[in-house]
């Protein structure tokens, strides 16, 4: 049964064109994150969400936003890719914090031309 | 920056139990250690977690150290479905930063 989705799985887009990337989940958890991790490299925080309460890491650039219109959906816009941005971007929920499992989706790989 | 230090390979034979060493030589008192594991093109995967006790499940077990400095992680029948990077992650709140990990690679 999926519990983190991520759509699309595979995206392409080009150079300052914007895009989005979505994330559901069917677990009801509080905390929804936003990882990017590029080729060989561990994942990197970007944001999270605790219900609408959003907290953005102190080095995520300001191209990067997020929306989460209600509990279950939450999406990454990048509004001006650059190459740089080329990653996967994984999306992960909890239900709080402290001793609470993280549960990742598979993952939006992202291209861009 | 990652609290962490793991080797960044590791060898193992199928069947064998597979033992990861951590060094979180500056972790305070109330952070807890994480493993999560990450097979290729997957998203990590959760594998245990503990605060100062040895800890089991059906996965693996946690062993921390006394001092809370170090801990292993011990997958006691590897397999080749275990092959994966192993993140040790010390953790006191809502954050997760992820180090460089171990790739684990179990050999037939």
């Known amino acids: 049964d999926a519990m983190v989705i991520q759509n699309p799985r595979y995206q392409v887009t080009q150079f300052g064109k914007p895009v989005t990337l979505s994330c559901s989940q069917t677990?009801?958890?509080?905390?929804m994150y936003w990882y990017q991790q590029k080729s060989s490299q561990a994942p990197k925080l970007l944001f999270h969400?605790?219900?609408?309460?959003?907290?953005n890491e102190a080095d995520t650039p300001d191209n990067f936003q997020s929306r989460r219109p209600n509990t279950s959906f939450c999406f990454l816009d990048i509004r001006s890719p650059g190459l740089g941005d080329a990653a996967m971007y994984l999306c992960?929920?909890?239900?709080?914090?402290?001793?609470?499992?993280?549960?990742f989706g598979p993952g939006t790989r992202l291209t861009v031309l | 920056d990652a609290k962490t230090t793991q080797p960044p390979s590791m060898d193992c034979a199928e069947g064998r139990a597979a033992n990861l060493p951590c060094n979180h030589s500056?972790?305070?008192?109330?952070?807890?250690v994480y493993w999560y594991r990450q097979i290729h093109s997957q998203g990590p995967q959760y594998i245990i977690h503990?605060?100062?006790n040895n800890e089991t499940n059906e996965m693996a077990s946690l062993i921390i150290t006394e001092d809370r400095k170090s801990s292993t992680l011990i997958l006691p029948h590897a397999t080749l479905r275990d092959t994966a990077v192993y993140y040790c992650?010390?953790?006191?709140?809502?954050?997760?930063?992820f180090g460089k990990g171990t790739r684990l690679h179990i050999l037939p």
């Open positions: 992960a929920t909890s239900r709080g914090f402290r001793t609470y499992t993280q549960y």
């Open positions: 677990l009801n958890h509080n905390v």
């Open positions: 969400y605790y219900d609408k309460d959003f907290n």
């Open positions: 500056t972790i305070s008192g109330n952070e807890y």
């Open positions: 503990g605060l100062k």
């Open positions: 992650i010390v953790s006191l709140d809502d954050k997760i930063i």
